[in-house]
């Protein structure tokens, strides 16, 4: 499918099917995450893949968000690659986490996959209960798997604000201080 059929299709999927993810499609995964680009290519993304119950049950601790679902990537970022904006300082490591995890979201909505982005997690919970060294910095769960045959977008899925509030051209100044 064209990508913005894709993308339009996609939606959060809060209901998933017991049914295990094949390793062909998380090596799929994988590799979309792989290539998703990164400030200066210096991929600081690492990619926990949790299956097993126990580590399941560890995600469940760390989030209310899982929905069950019986694959759970958790994406995070090594803070001695990521690269660093000289004018201020400003680290990559969350963006380079962002976009690797929609690659990851895309390319499980091409495979037939549902997902749902999880930035609402405790990270003390995650960085005890996954051995995450200092240097990483867990960015999001992104929990995958069969939607159920009821699953469905949640309302507010579909709305969004008319591309006139959204972008601008040349400058920000008709941008004004509301939201």
């Not at 690659?81 to 990851?104: C, F």
């Not at 003390?124 to 910095?137: D, E, G, N």
């Not at 995958?144 to 045959?149: R, S």
Request: glycine letters at 6%; a neutral charge; charged letters at 25%.
């Amino acid at each position: 499918m064209d990508f913005d059929t894709l993308a339009a299709a996609r939606y959060s999927v809060r209901k998933f099917k017991t049914q295990q993810v094949e390793q062909e499609k998380i090596d799929c995964l994988l590799r979309a995450a792989r290539i998703a680009p990164t400030a200066g290519n210096r991929q600081p993304h690492r990619i926990l893949v949790i299956t097993k119950e126990a580590g399941l049950k560890k995600v469940d601790d760390c989030t209310p968000y899982r929905f069950n679902a019986p694959l759970v990537l958790l994406t995070a970022y090594d803070t001695r690659r990521d690269w660093t904006r000289k004018y201020d300082g400003q680290q990559s490591g969350m963006t380079d986490a962002a976009i690797v995890t929609t690659h990851l979201m895309l390319q499980a909505a091409d495979i037939g996959l549902g997902s749902t982005w999880v930035m609402s997690f405790d990270p003390r919970k995650a960085v005890s209960h996954f051995q995450i060294p200092a240097h990483l910095v867990p960015a999001a769960f992104l929990v995958i798997g069969y939607p159920a045959d009821d699953a469905v977008p949640a309302e507010q899925h579909r709305e969004r604000l008319a591309l006139e509030s959204l972008v601008y051209f040349d400058d920000f100044s008709a941008c004004g201080s509301g939201a």
